[in-house]
């Protein structure tokens, strides 16, 4: 006998649900926008990194007390917190801010996740090697170097970009042990650091000329390129 | 109602968590140490610093778009030398090199030379590895990498920023003749150097 067991969802939970899923994008503002309609940035704020933000400070909050050596801000500003997130975030935000395409935006946070999810993974053969900094430190210069060129950004590059921005920050990523909840927690926190870090800096409104900003941010970006190349020298010399 | 937007709500986010971070032994001794040791590494001989305003002044002399792809395209090579310095990849007449760029700049804004962009872009790139390359030799071992290297960076950037600052004068007479006059001086610097190198 087969029996059918059908889950009632409570109506409101189910209408919450649903538009947690669907392809509006909060904007954060009373008025919500389709993806079809002109977001002016690649970034938008989705209710999906939401509720990731709200999976990494509830289980946070409920694990067992333990003394934490990385907490719910380290995770969320891993990205930002050390040189190794900051240059390849910079670079690839100073390309990205070239790319205003919004219905961008969901295949950019998948693949940042998706490149993320591989440099985690690439983590354990790479801890203590001189190749975990390189990774990071070769990516920013090569997006430093593309940035500083005054290269286009076209839809699959940017989507490549932050595959490869993921993978970088992925492959430095701290967490507090190699269990499962740990490696989830770490990962949706430097997921939501990163997106909410690259949103300011894409949405970033221009300051003076466009002729000015732009040749402000390539001269940023070749500084970026040379501390990055400077940095990698340092690293080859202690592997020698 | 008032309208909140994504990039508020990020700040809000990162604010409040940078906020909330545990409380360290702070080591900035460390990290100034390797600053400051970069910042002052730029400054600390007469031949880079001439050069490196050379580069901002000859910019400001050829116009748009070298005023401000010369000191874009500086720093590239440049850590491209120190790298070369950094590993250890041997290259003779270092000195004479930048030596020879107080020289040959120098003598560019004397004479209100007007270089084609990309050979003037060629100059200032063989020039930069040998200044790159004596800062990356000399690099101390103990330095904090990514301070050193931003301080360094950021030096070699604001003195090119201050060449372009003394460049504008060109538009009056009088600081035309300056600005011939600084490119002149720095020539005679070069010179001195090249003396000493040789």
Known sequence: MCVSVQVMWPPHLRARCSRAFSEEVDTGSWQKMRPNQNAGALIRFHR??????????????????????????????????GALGLLPLLTAALLLRRQTDPSLTRPAALALAVGLAIGLCLRTWLTGTPLQPAVPLSIAAAFGLAAAAGLAVPSLAALIICALLGLSLGANLHSETNELIDLAQSLAGAWVGTLAALQIAVTLPQAGSRQWQAIGERIIASWSLAIATIMLAMTARSMM | MPTRTPAFFSAVLISALLISSSAFAHTD????SGFWSGLSHPISGW??????????LWGAFLGQPAIWLLPVVFPMVMALGSAFGVIGIPIGGIEI???????????????????????????????????????????????????????????TGLLHLAGIGLGTFIRWPAGRVGVRATGGAIALIGVAYLTGAI
Do not use: C
């Open chain 1, 48 to 81: 999906i990194e939401k509720l990731t933000l709200a999976f990494v400070i509830l289980t946070s909050t409920f694990q067992t007390a333990t003394a934490h050596q990385i907490g719910l801000a380290e995770q969320v500003l891993q990205p930002v917190s």
């Open chain 2, 29 to 32: 001794g460390v990290a100034q």
């Open chain 2, 47 to 56: 031949d880079h610093v001439a050069a490196m305003v050379a580069v901002g």
């Open chain 2, 97 to 155: 090199g930048i030596a020879l760029s107080a020289v040959v700049l120098g003598t560019a804004i004397l004479l209100q030379l007007r270089a084609p962009f990309w050979l003037a872009a060629i100059i200032v790139g063989i020039f930069a590895i040998f200044h790159g390359y004596a800062h990356g030799a000399e690099l101390p071992e103990a330095a904090n990498p990514l301070a050193f290297a931003v301080g360094f960076v950021v030096a």
